[in-house]
């Protein structure tokens, strides 16, 4: 068994003192899907969250963490953002707003601790699994320690 490497997103998991589990899949470049992952841990993919990273009108950079078989809805997303309108962040950008790449962006250890908003529905499990910040890795954690951590508030967002 391959040693799996801690990523930013652990060490500050550590550094909070929150449990976790660093959980490998295997990627597929083709398909970096929530539901791939899912479908790979052989797990609910509505416990699968994916993060994405928006930009509103008013308020800029924002994130949303939602289960890995929804997409958000712009309008409730603009609305509990404090936004008239948002939208997604082009690829491109990712990396320099964030830290992190398409496939492998984690609520955890952003370049800076942008507002946040989680879809309701985590409340309704022990654990959630979100990247890890690399392609490969997911972590699996309590939603109310990384609601905490990360200043999340929670909200319906599709």
Same mark, same amino acid.
Request: glycine content about 6%; overall charge positive; charged content about 25%.
């Given at each position: 068994?391959?040693?799996?490497?801690?990523?930013?997103?652990?060490?500050?998991?550590?550094?909070?003192?929150?449990?976790?589990?660093?959980?490998?899949?295997?990627?597929?470049?083709?398909?970096?899907?929530?539901?791939?992952?899912?479908?790979?841990?052989?797990?609910?993919?509505?416990?699968?969250?994916?993060?994405?990273?928006?930009?509103?009108?008013?308020?800029?950079?924002?994130?949303?963490?939602?289960?890995?078989?929804?997409?958000?809805?712009?309008?409730?997303?603009?609305?509990?953002?404090?936004?008239?309108?948002?939208?997604?962040? *082009?690829?491109? #950008?990712?990396?320099? $707003?964030?830290?992190?790449? /398409? +496939?492998?962006?984690?609520?955890?250890?952003? @370049?800076? &601790?942008?507002?946040?908003?989680?879809?309701?529905?985590? *409340?309704?499990? #022990?654990?959630?699994? $979100?990247?890890?910040?690399? /392609? +490969?890795?997911?972590?699996?954690?309590?939603? @109310?320690? &990384?609601?905490?951590?990360?200043?999340?508030?929670?909200?319906?967002?599709?």
């Amino acid at each position: 068994m391959t040693k799996v490497q801690k990523t930013n997103a652990a060490r500050l998991l550590d550094k909070a003192k929150i449990r976790y589990e660093l959980i490998p899949y295997k990627v597929d470049e083709n398909d970096l899907s929530a539901i791939h992952v899912a479908q790979d841990l052989n797990e609910d993919v509505e416990q699968v969250f994916k993060t994405l990273v928006l930009h509103g009108d008013k308020t800029g950079y924002f994130v949303c963490i939602v289960p890995g078989d929804k997409e958000v809805n712009l309008k409730l997303a603009a609305k509990v953002s404090g936004n008239k309108n948002c939208e997604m962040i *082009l690829m491109k #950008d990712l990396l320099s $707003v964030t830290g992190y790449i /398409r +496939g492998a962006c984690s609520p955890i250890g952003m @370049k800076k &601790l942008f507002p946040t908003y989680i879809h309701e529905t985590c *409340l309704h499990y #022990d654990f959630i699994y $979100v990247s890890a910040g690399q /392609r +490969g890795l997911q972590l699996k954690v309590s939603p @109310k320690e &990384l609601i905490d951590l990360v200043k999340a508030q929670v909200a319906i967002l599709h």
